[in-house]
């Protein structure tokens, strides 16, 4: 009998020189975060990121097809990170109430360690092509929907349309983390956390 791995592709092998591209193209995509925070996406150049990385312009296109295409890799990333990392939370949480601030946790210490992401998501969604709109509103639904399942088996009075709300209430908060006044990141982080919970799990009225 044929085993079920049989014939099946192997997977590419890694090698040195494909670990330094994709280290290469996280650099970039980190630099195009800062960039477009800065300046926004009509104010950055492809090859406005490729310098900041001392890649030439020209080099850039080994990389990314144009500036579309890093924006589009960059917020589709933080959308899979988020829902990936949301799903990972849940699965290791002991019961739903722990699940509920540890996906606070998780989502606090997004917004205050990368502040760059959430200004460049928050401004420059719009420019997004029709595609990749779709796909990042996509995982957003789905991010949405698990901290929704979790909140109403936390307080099953909460209708759903109400826990939406609610988590979409919360994201606003925790988002906001890169506009507020300067605080030291341990207490900020302590903050929002409060407060989200405290949004999330309010007395209905």
Known sequence: MTSATEGSPSPAPVTRRGLAKAARRREL???AARLMAERGFAGVRLEDIGAAVG????????HFSGKDAVLAEMLITISQRLQSGGEAVVAGSTDDLDALDRLIEFHVDFATTEPELIRVQDRDLSSLTPEASREVRRLQRQYVELWT????RVDSSIPRQEGRTRVHAAFGLINSSPRLPDLEIARQQKLLAQMARAALTAART
């Open 29 to 31: 995509l980190a630099a």
């Open 149 to 152: 399942d979790v909140l109403v």
């Open 55 to 62: 890649v030439s312009g020209p080099a850039m296109y080994r």
